[in-house]
């Protein structure tokens, strides 16, 4: 340990870089631009994961979305072409025969055209279920969302999302207790909610109970589509082949035909995306601990250069007295030393980056990649690799110093 204070084996280290400037800036910029290189890809991956979490983090990502359709084939003497529409009893069949499922929820939409004041605006109106908060929580700025009660009594009672109160209120304006009109009938406000942008647009409109939504827009028992989702490690997949089975017997659908009933399958696209990201994070460290490796290697190289050069000084030394493990030890230290130099720059400078890319694509609704950084602990893990790697990559120069004969170093030229 004394060794690694002494003064005079850093001068000699000093000495050693100053000659050779230029190739040891080269060597230093390689072992930086590793780490620096798995940094930045660490962060942008974690970056790419946390925008995805904020997009679909209180979603009931293990869903299946399915709505009525028109036949392609004849089937039990209808015709090609049959309209399909989905029944609550549909809903409930689903939820009742097919294994494995958590929750279905009915819904229905139609077009609004929304009054308040002198402020208007056309949208989508959601007739649901108070189930639906528990697949697709909403983030409820004030107020509730719908409830039994509302359900119960038909109550003409809605929750809009921040979109929908940016166009039709001012700024500070409390819309609790307020009322606005949808096609010419009256609703009171009871909820407003922070809306999720998936795909680019934002999800929901103005939500009203489903009750309510079947009787102004006389739906009957009509539905617009269902939402399945299923119990957690159960596969989705198999739930809406099962689902739609179930639904071609129901609505006496032949048993290949496709068109009949059409679904975004939620679960199995999110199950895509998840895998992306775990691929791109095993070929950042991939990409990353080969460009480390490549540049400790090049340390190696230079000392090994160094050593050459020094061939006749060794030999003084070694004639000297100098024993075989302080020579050794004076490499290694001057190996290991240049690639804690270079893996701090590389943290440093990776670091920076980042902060660039937060300020720039890691904030408000469009943001790309949201808070890119990385664990202090991945952090310390990889320095302390390329410590590991810098010192095994040293020994191999100061094995080469300490086998050559003392008397050999000398005659050297």
């Known amino acids: 340990m004394k060794f690694i204070f002494d003064r005079d084996t850093w001068q000699e280290i000093y000495g050693s870089i100053r000659k050779n400037k230029l190739r040891t800036g080269i060597t230093i910029i390689g072992v930086m631009w590793g780490i620096f290189l798995l940094v930045v890809l660490l962060g942008a991956a974690r970056g790419m994961e946390n925008n995805f979490n904020k997009m679909f983090g209180d979603f009931a990502t293990n869903s299946v979305f399915i709505w009525g359709q028109s036949t392609s084939k004849p089937f039990k003497g209808f015709q090609e ?50 189930l639906l908060d528990k697949v697709q929580k909403k983030n409820l700025v004030y107020g509730r969302f719908i409830n039994e009660n509302d359900i119960k009594e038909k109550k003409k009672v809605c929750v809009i999302n921040d979109d929908i109160y940016k166009q039709l209120f001012d700024k500070g304006e409390y819309p609790i207790g307020t009322y606005i009109k949808i096609n010419d009938i009256n609703y009171l406000i009871i909820g407003h909610y922070k809306n999720k942008r998936m795909g680019g647009g934002p999800q929901g409109g103005i939500h009203i109970p489903f009750t309510t939504f079947q009787q102004v827009y006389n739906q009957g028992e009509n539905i617009g589509w269902i939402m399945v989702t299923a119990k957690p490690n159960v596969n989705i997949v198999q739930v809406e082949a099962d689902a739609k089975l179930l639904l071609n017997n129901l609505h006496k659908v032949h ?98 980056v980042l902060m660039i890319i937060d300020t720039m694509w890691g904030h408000g609704e469009g943001a790309a990649l949201v808070n890119p950084t990385v664990n202090i602990p991945v952090i310390l893990i990889a320095f302390i690799t390329l410590i590991v790697l810098g010192t095994l990559i040293g020994l191999i120069p100061a094995q080469i110093a300490v086998s050559v004969r003392p008397i050999e170093a000398l005659r050297d030229e």
């Open 255 to 352: 048993p290949k035909d496709g068109r009949a009933f059409g679904s975004f399958n939620l679960g199995d696209r999110i199950k895509k995306i998840t895998g992306f990201l775990t691929g791109m994070q095993f070929l950042t460290w991939f990409v990353g601990i080969a460009t480390l490796i490549a540049g400790v290697f090049a340390i190696g190289n230079i000392l090994l250069i160094t050593v050459k050069e020094r061939t006749k000084e060794i030999g003084i030394r070694r004639a000297l007295g100098a024993k075989p493990g302080e020579i050794r030890r004076q490499i290694v230290l001057e190996s290991v030393f240049l690639t804690m130099i270079a893996g701090a720059l590389g943290i440093i400078f990776g670091g920076f």
């Open 81 to 130: 072409g049959k309209r399909i529409r989905l029944k609550i009893s549909d809903a409930n069949y689903v939820r009742s025969e097919i294994k494995g499922i958590e929750f279905v929820v009915p819904r229905n939409q139609s077009q609004g055209f929304v009054v308040n004041k002198f402020k208007s605006l056309t949208t989508g109106v959601y007739g649901d279920f108070p």
